[in-house]
């Protein structure tokens, strides 16, 4: 089925001139929460009414929920009418969306007819508006809190096509890295600094307190302002219920807080073997306590990293991709994937920069003896020249890089001033937290695979 995009209305007024309002806003608000209760359960249903036809459905239903719910939702303290043109638009498309073959058959689908049922009767108000004047990639902008008119060529960015999550990603990642690299690479002397930087990359007032209030202490001066935004914006696009299907957990989620087993495909593509992982979905210190005392039972050798829902998704699909890796870090620069000797501080960093839902822990059982790497202790001359080479991006030095070239593995503790001390040449200071990096690809391979997951824990 050819992919439909949503055209909404001729109507071209910035949503900031509709707020003549024919409700008082208190009757506003009443009727408000229980529209934007109703939008947000119908995306949900139509994203994983898509994800279990695999793609093969019309995207329009999706984009005018989001349209309404964005339209509606401006100013807290100024509520704009129901659009009732706009609900009247979508009733229609969800209507044409359920007799569809393959949709219809669903349990999903009776769900929808019901909350399909309820818009009809919600009292949409202003007549006189019909459509959203904002593209599908505004509407998403607006709901992860980016100010776009902040974004250099933002209007290319706006006409990016409807449902293209990497697309528009790629964009305004690019276009931060290019015009603001300069500008929030520096240190944060305080979190003050950092809310600065995050606001001149476009976020909102409150989205900036909320990435600041989600980064622990000491994780701040270890990364810089454009990681952090960065982190954020693929953490909101991709565990967003609004823009894709986003279950609570990914398997078994009526399962809490007990071990279960999930079978898994060898990320080898040239096997075709299944292998029985332990997952846990936690929800409470239940939970916890019981992924402590299981790993508990399972001696030495355990590594943790710590990720969202949807990257760890990726990884037990994919396998571990070296290229993906963030630019600058202590032990690579683009090319290692980074595991830590504690589950409390992969905990920590799973969370750091995104928020406290859809937190992941990989956990793997590794033998470190077989394969050629690095030990190193905090402080010494090795570990301070892998760290300035690594942090400066190896600086096109082949000399320096034959510090890690061949390696394995590099493993020691983290660096916690590592951007003020290249800029200011100061000594590197290291903490007590062991990290592993793995920099082999063969390594990852071989060791980084479902056979050697101990357990996945998802929060």
Not at 7 to 36: G, Y
Not at 86 to 100: A, S
Not at 207 to 220: L, M
Request: proline share 4%.
């Amino acid at each position: 089925m050819a992919t439909k995009v949503s055209r909404f209305s001729e109507f071209q007024k910035s949503p900031h001139d509709l707020r003549k309002r024919s409700l008082t806003p208190t009757d506003a608000k009443k009727k408000q929460p229980n529209l934007h209760k109703l939008l947000k359960k119908m995306c949900f249903l139509f994203h994983k009414i898509s994800y279990k036809l695999e793609g093969d459905c019309p995207i329009d239903v999706g984009d005018q929920a989001l349209a309404v719910f964005i339209l509606t939702s401006k100013d807290v303290n100024k509520p704009m009418p129901i659009p009732k043109a706009e609900l009247q638009n979508l009733v229609k498309l969800v209507d044409d969306l359920l007799p569809l073959e393959g949709v219809n058959d669903l349990d999903e689908s009776k769900e929808l007819k019901k909350i399909n049922s309820e818009l009809q009767n919600c009292p949409g108000e202003s007549n006189s508006l019909s459509g959203s004047s904002m593209s599908w990639a505004e509407n998403v902008l607006h709901l992860l809190g980016l100010e776009y008119q902040h974004l250099e060529n933002y209007r290319y960015i706006l006409d990016c096509p409807a449902g293209d999550l990497y697309g528009l990603q790629r964009q305004i990642c690019q276009i931060w890295e290019c015009r603001y690299h300069e500008i929030v690479s520096h240190t944060h002397n305080d979190i003050n600094s950092l809310k600065s930087d995050l606001s001149i990359l476009g976020y909102s007032t409150s989205v900036v307190k909320k990435i600041a209030s989600s980064i622990p202490d000491p994780f701040i001066k270890c990364q810089n302002s454009l990681y952090w935004s960065i982190r954020y914006l693929a953490y909101k696009m991709f565990n967003n219920p609004m823009l894709a299907y986003v279950p609570r957990y990914p398997f078994k989620e009526e399962i809490l807080n007990k071990l279960f087993e999930q079978d898994l495909e060898d990320c080898d593509c040239n096997s075709e073997e299944v292998w029985p992982v332990k997952m846990i979905n936690v929800s409470d210190d239940v939970g916890d306590t019981k992924v402590e005392r299981y790993l508990e039972s399972q001696g030495s050798g355990l590594y943790f990293h710590g990720t969202s829902h949807y990257d760890a998704m990726l990884i037990l699909r994919r396998g571990v991709d070296l290229s993906v890796g963030s630019s600058g870090q202590d032990f690579s620069s683009g090319d290692g994937f980074y595991l830590s000797d504690s589950l409390k501080n992969a905990r920590r960093w799973a969370g750091a920069g995104r928020g406290k839902k859809y937190q992941a822990v990989i956990v793997y059982k590794l033998n470190l003896a077989d394969h050629d790497g690095l030990d190193l202790n905090g402080g010494s001359d090795e570990w301070q020249n892998i760290v300035a080479l690594c942090r400066g991006q190896y600086e096109n030095n082949l000399q320096k890089m034959e510090l890690v070239k061949n390696v394995s593995y590099i493993r020691g503790p983290a660096c916690i001033n590592a951007i003020s001390a290249i800029q200011n040449n100061t000594t590197f200071e290291s903490e007590q937290n062991i990290q592993l990096c793995i920099r082999d690809k063969a390594f990852a391979n071989s060791e980084c695979n479902v056979k050697n997951i101990c357990c996945v824990v998802f929060y």
